[in-house]
């Protein structure tokens, strides 16, 4: 689904603001503090009911308002459209679609897939592996909606194991819940491996494009692959009842990159680690889009840093060819040079207003 249309209220600087976008490219550009990076960030909320910047509402909410707005209009290939509506105070979350409340946050990610790719992105490699999940799970949820029940589930029986762990409950208790961790966790797996396999081809293309090179991509399930998921909760039972936490399973899953057998964080630029999550990102939406004809929104902020002008032409060409919704910020427009044949939008954004710019 693309955005047509996009209100956003009391989002940091961006008071009361209305847009209506490219379905292609937007450029988004202004100098330092005008807004360019909160109006992606609006984007983003819109999706997942959270910021990319923070975990705290509080800081994306404009000072002294009692909550944000983002509403808008979004439209499928098919020609679809739905509105679609995000309220967020302290401790309220109002969802909205097609003028009736929702309960789930999946059902506005389900509608608008968003990605973004901002001066940060390197942290998915130099992180946790919790990071490196999220980017599988991001995919995985988008191409199976089902895997969403599987996750939860997933997550819930561990909780619960994890408390009984913590309160010494003894063997009979905590293996009481072995059965159906094992269970979700054996669907976890599948459903991450099955996607992997198809999402690596279409990786290792965008690598070969945007770095020329190869690198490896494994995945690792989060426990010994020797053993099965049962005889290791058996094995670490002493050692898991001891810490009150369970050490092995999806959640403890890994996605190894590798150049030359060598962890990538370690060995590439800032440039390269860029542009190989750009390859990450681009195989997902790419992915999604020949699996299930899903278009998604993709947010560049500052697509400029980091990246040599031959490397940013050859990153903008790919990032047109996704058919993807683009937003791309620049503190000047010129600098992103996109081909005039490209239907495009560009906004000037300053002191948290938006102005179409004719051209
Ligand atoms: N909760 C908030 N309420 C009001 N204003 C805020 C809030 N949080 C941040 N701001 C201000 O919003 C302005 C816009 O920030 P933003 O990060 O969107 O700028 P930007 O255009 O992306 O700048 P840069 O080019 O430096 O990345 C800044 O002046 C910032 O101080
Ligand atoms: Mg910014």
């Given at each position: 689904?693309?955005?047509?249309?996009?209100?956003?209220?009391?989002?940091r600087?961006?008071?009361?603001?209305?847009?209506?976008?490219?379905?292609?490219?937007?450029?988004?550009?202004?100098a330092n503090?005008?807004?360019k990076?909160?109006?992606?960030?609006?984007?983003?909320?819109?999706?997942?009911?959270?910021?990319?910047?923070?975990?705290?509402i509080?800081?994306?909410?404009?000072?002294?308002?009692?909550?944000?707005?983002?509403?808008a209009?979004?439209?499928?290939?098919?020609?679809?459209?739905?509105?679609?509506?995000?309220?967020?105070?302290?401790?309220?979350?109002?969802?909205?679609?097609?003028g009736?409340?929702?309960?789930?946050?999946?059902?506005?990610?389900?509608?608008?897939?968003?990605?973004?790719?901002?001066?940060?992105?390197?942290?998915?490699?130099?992180?946790g592996?919790?990071?490196?999940?999220?980017?599988?799970?991001?995919?995985?949820?988008?191409v199976?909606?089902?895997?969403?029940?599987?996750?939860?589930?997933?997550?819930?029986?561990?909780?619960?194991?994890?408390?009984?762990?913590?309160?010494?409950?003894?063997t009979?208790?905590?293996?009481?819940?072995?059965?159906?961790?094992?269970?979700?966790?054996?669907?976890?797996?599948?459903?991450?491996?099955?996607?992997?396999?198809?999402?690596?081809?279409?990786?290792?293309?965008?690598?070969?494009?945007?770095?020329?090179l190869?690198?490896e991509?494994?995945?690792?399930?989060?426990?010994?692959?020797?053993?099965?998921?049962?005889?290791?909760?058996?094995?670490?039972?002493?050692?898991?009842?001891?810490?009150?936490?369970?050490?092995?399973?999806?959640?403890?899953?890994?996605?190894?990159?590798?150049?030359?057998?060598?962890?990538?964080?370690?060995?590439?630029?800032?440039?390269?680690?860029?542009?190989?999550?750009?390859?990450?990102?681009?195989?997902?939406?790419?992915h999604?889009k020949?699996?299930?004809?899903?278009?998604?929104?993709l947010?560049?902020?500052?697509?400029?840093a980091?990246?040599?002008?031959?490397?940013?032409?050859?990153?903008?060409?790919?990032?047109?060819?996704?058919?993807?919704?683009?937003?791309?910020?620049?503190?000047?427009?010129?600098?992103?040079d996109?081909?005039?044949?490209?239907?495009?939008?560009?906004f000037?954004?300053?002191?948290?207003?938006?102005?179409?710019?004719?051209?």
């Open positions: 689904m693309l955005l047509t249309l996009l209100d956003v209220h009391q989002v600087n961006l008071q009361k603001i209305r847009l209506e976008p490219s379905p292609r490219c937007n450029i988004v550009y202004g503090a005008s807004g990076t909160s109006l992606l960030e609006a984007i983003y909320l819109l999706s997942v009911a959270r910021s990319f910047r923070t975990p705290h509080r800081n994306v909410i404009s000072h002294e308002q009692p909550h944000l707005q983002v509403f209009k979004i439209l499928s290939v098919e020609g679809q459209s739905h509105s679609i509506g995000l309220q967020r105070s302290l401790n309220k979350t109002r969802i909205r679609i097609d009736e409340d929702i309960n789930q946050v999946a059902a506005l990610s389900t509608l608008l897939p968003v990605q973004v790719i901002n001066p940060d992105v390197h942290k998915i490699l130099e992180q592996p919790k990071y490196r999940r999220q980017f599988i799970d991001w995919g995985v949820f988008h199976e909606h089902q895997f969403l029940i599987a996750w939860k589930t997933y997550y819930r029986v561990l909780k619960q194991r994890n408390a009984a762990l913590r309160q010494k409950s003894g009979e208790a905590i293996k009481l819940w072995d059965t159906q961790l094992i269970q979700q966790a054996r669907e976890i797996t599948l459903f991450r491996e099955t996607y992997l396999q198809q999402l690596i081809p279409v990786f290792n293309q965008y690598v070969q494009k945007l770095l020329q190869e690198v991509m494994h995945y690792q399930r989060g426990w010994n692959a020797d053993f099965t998921l049962t005889e290791t909760l058996d094995k670490n039972l002493e050692k898991d009842t001891y810490r009150g936490f369970t050490s092995a399973g999806p959640h403890r899953a890994e996605l190894e990159i590798l150049y030359q057998g060598k962890p990538v964080q370690t060995v590439f630029s800032r440039g390269q680690q860029k542009l190989l999550v750009c390859a990450m990102r681009l195989a997902q939406i790419t999604l020949n699996q299930n004809q899903q278009q998604s929104v947010l560049v902020d500052d697509l400029a980091e990246l040599d002008i031959q490397h940013r032409r050859n990153l903008v060409e790919l990032l047109i060819d996704t058919r993807a919704q683009l937003f791309i910020t620049a503190t000047e427009a010129e600098a992103l996109i081909p005039a044949e490209i239907e495009q939008k560009m000037h954004v300053e002191h948290g207003e938006v102005k179409e710019v004719v051209q």
